[in-house]
């Protein structure tokens, strides 16, 4: 077992110097200061007692999640609150739910920053804290699954958690930088928590006279990292927006055992794992104002490459690969099904099969139940790949290979596929285990069925609610084991939160994952990155919305003036109407203006891409902008990266309008 963590700390706070105190450990425990002025990490000698000046802070700390430098200081990220989550395998599991941004800059406050930027940027930070699902456990590493802790056991027995933590699911690695530096000539080891975004649940059962224990957790890599229509796709590292592992994980006594086991006194331990991630090609949807914005496919120069990097790193990673594809295979998405399996032709990987499966149709009318077609069809596999079974200490059984699942958004249909998959390896394995009869299933067990079900659903709507910013749609299929006219009500719901947060929201959303995770990181002084906190859009464009609100408030307002016929407010509707119609049509018309875009990494190269793929249409780009994309990006494109970056030259924009005459219709 790797080394443990510090659980609680008490935080002795004086300008100089910030002290961190482990609270119970015995005297030979050293505590750690990090210098405020110098910035110096350090662990404390012997017996040495906070400085004197110090103020101990009335808040326990459960951990040190990160220091993070912004434009004016360096900050350290405290947890401040926990929620218990649950116990698996004898370890404890919570959610960290409070957070503190201590300054190492005695002259800064975090609550009253000095300068506008320095708060926009304590914004973002707090807002990725306090939205974000973090899991930690002080004894037992979460983010990797119990096959690779079981492979590496021998090499881990002296290690401390962030140096066995999978370096994806790692999230807070970014801003562990510091303290896995200073580590190097010092052992911080117990203080640098791994923290993982993700899904914890576990819940008791007992199926003919066998207590066990049902656990599923999900782990979200911090690659590629962000929200629904800024990250999609691939990289060229190979990682791919949207990129989960899902682990369901059970524990079983032995036969006739009286009493529940907790612990390591469960002498069955199974784990099957599931992944999900973006379609692994360069594809963006852009987003307009519209309810379904242009479908782009990029084909870059070495989007094989990149492609291949991807499927190539999970057979390393899991084994043998069946990636389902759920997406439609006609309209809107049918671009992106077309792409997905001619390059998976192409590329012909050994150990990689490709499987369509064409959701929306074959679950039409509400028949949910169909997707055991799709089950059927990877059964084969299934049953090749297998699950990890550890029985009494010892591997009797591994998992060779892994479903890797899709839609376009890797939410709604994926989490119904996945779940039905587990659902099915789940009933083989207890029946392998004898606590099933051999046809047994998890229906028989009405409460188990319920617990799993409800399971699957919380775990698809953390999934949703963290990169499209609602719960998961078809949900109710996924908790009842039905489709109704009421769940499908509630999706529509979900759909409009979806679309006003997607289109109106998530810019700043994205900017607080690039900030987190190092995607982007400030210059110190403010001045570099006033673009934040300013808007570059023509003076027209910024008053439209003003100009549609105020005409609607003076239409309502008519609604309630005299009037001696029924045609003396005529010209006053039609006036406002005419102005509310012409405000409206200019922000239709140019609607990638009214997006709230990311501004720490702007994505112009992908809305302004004209170079060859597909794009199934231009819109929101003004008047002209659809046919004549150099005029549409030269008038964009300073507002669009905070009038900070250069506009482009003559010749490259010819360059680009040649590149689309060729390329694109």
Known sequence: MAKSLHERLYLFIDNDSYTFVPSGESAATQSLSIDRTSGTISLNALGTSPPSTARRSPKSVYGIMGIISLSMSEYVVLITGRDLRGRLAGHVIYKATTFDI?????????????HPVEGHLLALLNSHLNSGSFLLSYTFDLSRRLQAQWNTRAEDENRALWQTADDRFFWNKFIQTRLIEAGEKQDLDAYIVPIVFGTFDVRPAFVQGRHMHIALISRRSRYRAGTRYFRRGIDSEGHVANFNETE???????????IARNGDEFVSKLSFVQIRGSIPLYWAEINTMRYKPDLQIMDKPDTNEATKLHLLEQVSEYGGQVLVNLVNHKGHEKPVKDAYERITAELDIPNVRYNYFDFHTECKSMRWDRISILIDAVKDELDQFGYFHLQDGEAVKTQTGTIRTNCMDNLDRTN????????????KQLQALGVFPPNGTVDDYPQMSKDLREMWADHGDAIAMAYAGSGALKSDFTRTNKRTKMGALEDGVKSAVRYLKNNYLDGARQDA????????VPRRGPTASLFLITDSRPL???????????????????LTLPRTSEYSLLYYFALWWAVFAAALGYMTNNGIDFVSW???????????YTGPGFRSARHGMGVSGAKDVSAAMAKTTKWLNGGKRRTLSRMETGDIALSEKKHLD
């Not at 002259?107 to 920053?113: E, F, H, L, Q, V």
């Not at 990311?598 to 302004?608: E, F, S, V």
């Open 102 to 114: 201590l300054p190492l800059n005695p002259n800064i406050s975090a609550d009253t920053p000095p």
């Open 540 to 558: 027209i464009t910024r008053a439209m919305p003003v100009i549609a609100f105020f005409s609607l408030f003076m239409i309502c307002a008519g």
């Open 598 to 608: 990311p501004k720490l990494l702007p994505p112009t190269d992908i809305i302004y």
């Open 416 to 427: 119904v596929g996945q779940g039905a998959i587990a659902k099915h390896v789940l009933e």
């Open 248 to 258: 369901q994980i059970i524990l079983v006594e032995a036969p006739n055992s009286s």
């Open 513 to 520: 994952y690039d900030l987190f995770t190092g995607a982007w």
